[in-house]
């Protein structure tokens, strides 16, 4: 519980996006980090691809399936 308060008073901008790719995962479960930056307007998949990790380190996502994303058509990672 600590490591996530601690998340989120980084700075500004990465707790920002943290939020915003955790809410896209809680919206959209089992997609690629490509395909829910494809559901936002504001994250990229690279900035998507930056905080899924750090969500999942700090419990707030984890992994799912690996298969074909639709964005890329290549094999990755899915989140839930």
Known sequence: LEFRRVLFRSSGLRASQQRMVLELVRRFPGR???ELAAQSQVIDRW??????PEL???QLVRNGAERRCAVTG???LTWE
């Not at 900035?47 to 899924?52: E, H, I, K, M």
């Open 32 to 34: 690629t980090s490509a």
């Open 47 to 52: 900035t998507a691809a930056r905080r899924l």
């Open 56 to 58: 999942r380190a700090a």
């Open 74 to 76: 290549k094999r990755a």
